[in-house]
């Protein structure tokens, strides 16, 4: 199959998803920077989650801009992985509502968890479909982003269970940003 209208979906899903991340944004009682204060952990929490859905977003788009043709395995693990994606407003909002508290935390670094661990079944799934694809098969040949992911989500979760629960939140965004620098690590590795 192609890809074209399978990318099409996937933007379109996170475009809805992105919306109702906004909608969720409550607006400050009153005029003033005091008020606007008040609602920092939902700005936040917003602003780390519009990261992750456009993270989320670029990734695909660069993949699926080098993929020639995919299967059934790959809409499938494609069409979990947006399944847990889309709880990414709910959680969003419970996590914003319950900033110090465990549970709200550990259900949105879960998320991330059950995400990378899908990602790693969509790379091996997209090489499987695309095996003369030599790009592909170069760009997906290691899992480290993601296992990276789920170490630095996982050790934030036990910091917030012991001690501060947003540890689990800031670990997720500490994920971002290593995700973006470990390729360009990668890269500068090869030429030397």
């Known amino acids: 199959m192609k890809t074209e209208r399978f990318e099409a979906l996937i933007d ?14 409550p607006l400050a009682p009153e005029g003033t920077w005091q008020s606007l204060f008040e609602l920092k952990y939902e ?4 602003a780390i989650s519009f990261i992750v859905c456009f993270n989320f977003w670029n990734y695909n788009n660069n993949i699926f801009s080098i993929v ?21 407003p709910y959680l969003t909002t419970f996590v914003a509502e319950n900033f110090n508290l465990f549970f709200p935390q550990f259900m949105y670094g879960l998320s991330f968890i059950i995400t990378a661990l899908l990602s ?3 790379a091996k799934y997209l090489k499987e479909s695309d095996p003369e694809n030599i790009t592909l098969q170069l760009v997906l040949q290691n899992d480290d982003t993601y296992i990276t992911t789920i170490i630095i989500v996982f050790i934030g979760m036990i910091i917030g269970y012991l001690a501060y629960p947003p540890a689990i939140i ?21 030429r030397i």
């Open 12 to 25: 379109a899903i996170l475009a809805i998803i992105i919306t109702i991340i906004v909608l969720e944004i």
């Open 43 to 46: 700005f936040i929490i917003y």
């Open 120 to 122: 790693i079944l969509i």
């Open 68 to 88: 020639n043709k995919i299967d059934s395995r790959v809409i499938w693990s494609m069409g979990i992985t947006l399944f847990v994606f889309s709880f990414l």
């Open 170 to 190: 800031t670990s997720c965004l500490l994920s971002l940003i290593i995700m973006w620098i470990q390729p360009k690590m990668r890269k500068k590795e090869i």
